[in-house]
């Protein structure tokens, strides 16, 4: 079942429905331009035994009150194209690349196990432009927009925010990490 809440429209391949049975599924899979933001750093830590420091990772029990850098200061949800074979970015049950969800519905700041997992460079994991035509953008923050990415705050407003911003995507994407920042 599609939800148009999280489908981008500048992408029409999130239109897309695949029979579950092609991945050894019941049911279909759908698939989402959002993926939850689960730390500053890599976006498996909830998973590895940590503790993601983003608001939404592996078993995340955040609550509002847990977000002391200000919800309206910190990324929730951004922006990531599935990637282009459709391997990555269904938007319910993606495994990711270890369990955790990285890369199927959670993403890290700076992932850089996740870009290494697929052999792609940690010059790859920043919120840069990307294209479908190269497999290792699949591992960083990017939009078909032109300029940058729509992310969805902690308050529950959405911002544009432009590709400079990846000088302090870290900052945005931690929760509780007193950090003073500006959001080019």
């Not at 920043?126 to 705050?153: E, R, T």
């Not at 590709?163 to 080019?184: F, K």
């Amino acid at each position: 079942m599609q939800v148009k809440t999280l489908i981008c429209p500048a992408d029409g391949r999130q239109d897309t429905i695949l029979p579950g049975s092609s991945a050894g599924l019941n049911g279909s899979v759908a698939f989402t331009g959002y993926l939850g933001v689960a730390s500053s750093a890599e976006g498996n830590e909830g998973y590895t035994g940590g503790m993601g420091n983003g608001i939404l990772y592996w078993k995340s029990t955040v609550k509002l009150t847990d977000i002391t850098d200000g919800t309206s200061n910190t990324f929730m949800v951004g922006e990531r194209p599935p990637s282009k074979d459709l391997y990555y970015g269904w938007w319910f049950a993606g495994a990711g690349w270890d369990g955790s969800g990285e890369g199927d519905v959670v993403m890290g700041a700076r992932g850089y196990a996740y870009a290494s997992s697929l052999g792609c460079p940690a010059s790859k994991v920043n919120f840069q432009p990307g294209k479908l035509s190269d497999a290792c953008d699949q591992v960083h923050w990017w939009s078909f927009h032109s300029g940058g990415g729509n992310w969805l705050m902690g308050d529950g407003s959405v911002r544009f925010t432009t590709y400079s911003a990846d000088a302090v995507l870290p900052q945005a994407a931690s929760r509780n990490g007193n950090e003073v920042y500006a959001l080019p």
